[in-house]
């Protein structure tokens, strides 16, 4: 009995004095150390805070090379930004959602204490003449699954996004209503390479859906057009067969689901009376369009390179120009196309980019698109359409000056080996822009 309350005893002591050890053992510092602050604690719908953010090793070194990301309200949000030598990174967050945002920042492993933004709700005052409407090109078609990130020219300020993400898209539409945008085309094009629903018209169908959906909860947003194109995505002239059997099944289901759907009443551009969907023909094609009749929607088809086709003596609009090129209807501008950048049509040798064509024009710190608007002001189409928002995809896009995305960009900082792209600039031009082709009809009337 003696031998047992012995070994009870001292088991008892060695559990008391692990116990005491474990207490007065100094608490493991995390080995990296992030405090953040913020330029503001307001501010409107989808307008910047600016995080300041300090990353210190465990020794009170700075942090250096280190890709911090912010995440609000418990979600990632926006692009990565890499510390400096001081361990310091500013992260440039557009917030879109009203209310209490609270902000983190994060290395992966290590998180700040977070801070709270308060976000105010916007009313935007967007020019809107029914006669002169301006729209934007915008591709949804982001994220797992759809269009694969990692080989952009330039980091989207909103990072490497889903276009299924309801934030990302409330953000891009704020934008939007910001610069002026009456309209957007989005691009169901390139999905009909085998029986409709297939998996690419499937994530046309789920971005739309997740779109038109978000569109619901805002007070202001642009108007839809739905660019479609021709069945097995091949269509040069009348041999060819637009329309079939995938593509009918198609329109039957955009109309059903979309068109006619009393959920979605009031979110179509309407012309002539009815829903105005615009059908791509492939590419730059010289002769007439297809002969497409359907009494539930206004058609008119889309081109490239009217410059060269002249595809606009049969009514045909443009995805873009090198010349913006104007379309008429009944003796007066049906539509126009301007762009900020364009690839050349012939390319300096076989299998090159047409972007390196000695006839291919950059954004040249913004001058084409200056060249391009002063068309615009000029014609003053029904229909403008601005090329374009995000593709961000080559070979659509060479670099950061060849190529005409619009969406803000990171400019990077010395060292970062991601292209450092425009930041704000084009969708600042892009507004002033807009302001000044309506005054520019304002003042004509």
């Known amino acids: 009995m003696k031998s047992y309350c012995q070994k009870f005893i001292v088991a008892c002591l060695i559990v008391l004095g692990s116990c005491v050890q474990a207490y007065c053992r100094p ?4 080995a990296v150390n992030i405090t953040i602050q913020v330029d503001k604690t ?4 989808g307008q910047n805070v600016v995080v300041i953010a300090v990353a210190k ?11 911090l990301h912010a995440q609000v309200n418990g979600r990632d949000w926006g692009a990565e930004y890499p510390t400096l030598p001081s361990g310091v990174a ?3 967050l557009p917030l879109p959602e009203a209310g209490a945002n609270s902000i983190l920042v994060t290395d992966g492993s290590n998180v700040s204490s977070p801070v709270v933004v308060q976000v105010h709700p916007r009313h935007f005052d967007i020019p809107y003449d029914p006669d ?10 982001f994220g797992p699954g759809y269009a694969e990130w990692g080989k952009e020219e330039a980091v989207p300020i909103l990072g490497h996004y889903s ?7 409330r953000q891009q539409t704020l934008w939007f209503n910001e610069a002026g945008i009456n309209f957007v085309e989005t691009d169901w094009t390139n999905n009909l390479t085998s029986a409709f629903p297939n998996k690419t018209a ?7 859906n997740r779109l038109l959906d978000l569109y619901l909860k805002m007070e202001q947003h642009p108007l839809l057009v739905l660019l479609v194109g021709p069945e097995n995505n091949r269509w040069r002239n ?7 059997p995938w593509y009918k099944a198609q329109m039957d289901y955009i109309y059903d689901h979309y068109l006619n759907n009393p959920k979605y009443k009031g979110m179509w551009l309407i012309y002539e009376g009815k829903p105005l969907v615009t059908y791509y023909l492939n590419g730059p094609n010289p002769g007439p369009p297809p002969k497409i009749v359907d009494p539930r929607f206004t058609i008119r088809y889309v081109s490239a390179w009217l410059q060269h086709t002249h595809a606009e003596q049969y009514g045909a609009w443009s995805w873009y120009d090198q010349e913006a090129t104007p379309t008429y209807h009944n003796g007066k501008v049906e539509a126009l196309t301007i762009t900020n950048a364009y690839p050349g049509i012939h390319p300096p040798a076989k299998g090159l980019n047409v972007w390196i064509a000695a006839d291919a024009a950059g954004k040249n710190y913004g001058e084409t698109y200056r060249t391009q608007w002063e068309v615009a002001r000029k014609c003053k189409p029904h229909f403008l359409f601005i090329n374009q928002w995000n593709e961000f995809m080559p070979p659509d896009e060479y670099n950061v000056n060849l190529s005409n995305d619009l969406e803000p960009t990171l400019v990077t900082e010395k060292g970062d080996p991601r292209p450092s792209g425009w930041g704000f600039d084009y969708l600042n031009q892009t507004r002033e822009e807009i302001r000044e082709y309506h005054e520019a009809i304002q003042s004509a009337q």
């Open 57 to 67: 090793n465990a020794n009170g070194s700075p942090a250096v090379g280190l890709n």
């Open 163 to 169: 276009s299924l993400d309801e934030r990302v898209l």
């Open 42 to 45: 307001q501010l409107g719908e």
């Open 132 to 141: 002169h409407l301006v729209g934007m090109e915008y591709e949804t078609w």
């Open 27 to 30: 608490p493991q510092l995390p």
């Open 202 to 208: 499937q994530e046309c169908i789920d971005s739309t």
């Open 238 to 244: 009348d041999k060819d067969q637009y329309d079939g």
């Open 90 to 92: 500013h992260l440039l």
